[in-house]
């Protein structure tokens, strides 16, 4: 069974508060997509070093949004984009995509 992103970990944190949840929603609507072009972008430069702080910096939004397993292997890809491998590019790309529709729907 795959991973579905949820808020559980946001509605935790702002115990009930809407008006907070409503900003960091809007707040990862916002950046996620730019930093995963960035993070696309560097790629493309072969940049593994940039492109692994961008990994770096969209694995907390993956983390905030519960995908526990999308985190661990997030955390994996930026250690093998230090060491230039991408061997797990194709899972890296599958969270992003699921990030990506479910924060479209919010």
Do not use: T, W
């Amino acid at each position: 069974m795959k991973e579905s992103p949820n808020l559980n970990y946001i509605q935790e944190l702002s115990e009930g508060n809407k008006q907070f949840e409503n900003k960091i929603i809007a707040i990862i609507q916002r950046e996620l997509p730019e930093e995963i072009k960035l993070y696309k972008e560097k790629l493309k430069e072969n940049n593994f070093d940039a492109a692994s702080q961008s990994v770096h910096k969209i694995k907390h939004k993956i983390s905030i949004l519960g995908l526990q397993k999308g985190y661990s292997i997030a955390e994996s890809f930026e250690a093998q984009l230090k060491e230039k491998s991408l061997k797990l590019q194709g899972e890296f790309n599958s969270i992003l995509e699921v990030m990506l529709a479910f924060i479209k729907g919010k």
